[in-house]
C-alpha cells in the first residue's frame, strides 16, 4: 500500500488554505498486532462513550483528544489520566490531530456536518475511522466519503450500533431476506421521541473556550449563538438533520436493511415545527415516504410531540411481507392475522454482514485484521442511510415529491432539490471534495 501524497491531501481537503503542514502518512502496521492508539475527537456528548468503550478494550490506548470547548477538553484530558495515569495530547483543531503520526485510528462524534469531512480526513491522513451516525450530513458530500475509504483503503466503521450489531435486528432481517415474511411490500420506522421547544436565543458574542471558527467547520458560516452550541445544532438543516437524521437514522437504518436497497427513485416528505414558536428550523412532526420502481415502499415518521406507542413500538421498525409482519416493539415476532410463524430451529439464517457483536470492539478487530468486509457497518451501508435521512429532508424542504435517480445521485433535471445535495458555500479551509477529487 502506497504511502500518503502528501498534496494531494493538502490540495483535496482544503488544508493547503489553512496554511497546515501535514506529514506524508504511511497506514499504521502497528495496530495489526499490538497496541491500538485512538484518538477520540469531540466527546462532550455521544464520544464520552467512545472514550468508555476504548478504556474497555484490550490494548487499545487513547492518546489524544480533541474538543473544540476548552473546558470540555481539559475535563476530559485530567479524567482520561486520572483513570489511566497517562495524560493524552489535546488539541482545539481538529486538523492538527491529523498531522499526528502516533495515532492508529480516531472514534469521532462530531455535530453532523463535520461526520463526512472528518472521515475523509482521517482516511487521507492514513488513520481508520469510527464515525458516529448519520455518516454525512448530506448526500454529495456521502459518495466523498465511500470514495476516500475506497482510495485510501481504510477501516471505517459507522456507529449504527442500535442495529447492526444487535442480535435481535440481526436475525430479524435475516429472517426477512430468507422470505420467511414472504414477499416485502413495506418497511418502516418511527421516531416518536419528545422534544421541547428550544426557546429563542439572540447572537452573541463568541466565548473565549470555544473555536467557532472549527465548530462550524465546512457550513456557512453564522454569528454564534447559545442556540447551537452544544446539543440543539440538531434543529437547524446548516449543520444537523433534525430527528429523522439524529435518533431516527437508526431506524432508518433498519428500515432499509430490512428491505436491502440502496437509494429510491422518489421521495416525498411533509409535517412542520409544531407545538411551541422558537429558534428551531428542522420539522419536529415529519413523514416521509420513498419509492422504488418494484412498489416496494419503505416510510419513516417523526413524532417530536408527546405521542402513544403504536404497534407496541416508539423508537422503532414494522416491516410487513405478503406472510404476516414484524414489530420491533413485539422482539420481531413474526404475526399473522391468525398467531405466529416460528422458524424452524434447524434452518440456517442467510450472512446479513459482519460479524456482529459489540460495536466498537467489531471496528478494532478489523483494524487488526485489515478485513473489511467484516465490518457490522461500513462506510457504503451507514452512507445510503444518513442520504435517505438528507434526500427526506431535502423533499421536505421543496414541499413536493422529488424524482432521483439513484446510480447518478442526483435529481433529473431539478434545479431546487439540486442545489439541497451538497454544500456551496463551505470556507476555503473546510471544503469537502468532490468523490473524483478525493
Known amino acids: 500500500m502506497s504511502t500518503l501524497d502528501r498534496r494531494d491531501f493538502l490540495r483535496s481537503s482544503g488544508l493547503a488554505a489553512a496554511g497546515l503542514t501535514i506529514l506524508s502518512a504511511a497506514p499504521s502496521s502497528t495496530a495489526q498486532a499490538n497496541t491500538v492508539r485512538a484518538a477520540v475527537i469531540g466527546f462532550n456528548g455521544r464520544g464520552q ?19 473544540v470547548d476548552k473546558r470540555v ?28 503520526k502516533e495515532i492508529d485510528c480516531i472514534f469521532t462524534a462530531t455535530p453532523n456536518h463535520w461526520h463526512a469531512l472528518a472521515g475523509i ?10 464515525v458516529e451516525k448519520p455518516a454525512c450530513w448530506g448526500v454529495a458530500e456521502g459518495q466523498s466519503f465511500i470514495a476516500a475509504v475506497q482510495k485510501y483503503k481504510r477501516i471505517v466503521q459507522i456507529g449504527h ?8 435486528a440481526r ?27 428550544l426557546g429563542i436565543k439572540p447572537d452573541s458574542a463568541v466565548p473565549d473556550w470555544l473555536d ?10 453564522r454569528a454564534f449563538s447559545e442556540r447551537y452550541v452544544h446539543y440543539n445544532w440538531h434543529w437547524f438543516f446548516e449543520y444537523g438533520n433534525g430527528d429523522i437524521g439524529n435518533q431516527g437514522v437508526h431506524q432508518m437504518d433498519q428500515a432499509r436493511w430490512f428491505l436491502n436497497r440502496g437509494a429510491p427513485t422518489t421521495v ?10 422558537d429558534d428551531g428550523e428542522t420539522p419536529n412532526t415529519q413523514f416521509a415516504t420513498f419509492g422504488y420502481p418494484d ?6 415518521e417523526v413524532r417530536g410531540l408527546p405521542t402513544h406507542q403504536e404497534a407496541k413500538v416508539s423508537i422503532g421498525n414494522l416491516v410487513y411481507g405478503t406472510a404476516g409482519y414484524m414489530s420491533s416493539g413485539d422482539n420481531y415476532t413474526l404475526r399473522t392475522e391468525t398467531g405466529v410463524i416460528d422458524r424452524p430451529k434447524d434452518k440456517k439464517l442467510p450472512a446479513v454482514g459482519g460479524a456482529g457483536g459489540d460495536n466498537f470492539q467489531n471496528f478494532i478487530d478489523c483494524v487488526r485484521s485489515r478485513k473489511s468486509e467484516d465490518l457490522n457497518c461500513p462506510v457504503s451501508e451507514g452512507v445510503l442511510s444518513a442520504q435517505l435521512c438528507a434526500l427526506a429532508n431535502i423533499a421536505y424542504r421543496c414541499g413536493r415529491t422529488l424524482t432521483f435517480d439513484p446510480k447518478k445521485m442526483v435529481f433529473p433535471g431539478d434545479e431546487q432539490a439540486n442545489a439541497l445535495l451538497a454544500r456551496h458555500d463551505s470556507p476555503a479551509a473546510f471544503t469537502v471534495p468532490e468523490p473524483d477529487k478525493v
Not at 478494550?57 to 489524544?64: G, I, S
Not at 450500533?161 to 435481535?168: K, S
Not at 435475516?174 to 420467511?180: N, S
Not at 467557532?212 to 458560516?221: C, R, T
Open 73 to 100: 477538553l481539559e475535563r476530559g484530558a485530567a479524567a482520561l489520566e486520572k483513570k489511566t495515569g497517562r495524560r493524552p495530547k489535546t488539541y482545539q483543531d481538529l486538523r492538527r490531530l491529523f498531522e499526528d
Open 212 to 221: 467557532w471558527d472549527v465548530w462550524q467547520g465546512p457550513a456557512k458560516h
Open 268 to 277: 416525498s416528505s411533509a409535517g412542520g415545527r409544531y407545538g411551541y414558536t
Open 121 to 130: 480526513w482521517a482516511c487521507q491522513a492514513g488513520k481508520d475511522a469510527y
Open 171 to 197: 436475525t430479524a432481517v435475516g429472517r426477512v431476506w430468507d422470505g420467511d415474511l414472504g414477499q416485502v411490500y413495506l418497511s418502516r420506522g418511527l421516531c416518536f421521541k419528545p422534544r421541547k421547544s
Open 295 to 300: 412498489g416496494v415502499e419503505l416510510q419513516f
Open 49 to 67: 462513550a467512545h472514550i468508555d468503550a476504548c478504556l474497555k478494550m484490550k490494548d487499545v490506548v487513547v492518546v489524544a483528544l480533541c474538543d
Open 161 to 168: 450500533d442500535h442495529t447492526r450489531a444487535n442480535g435481535g
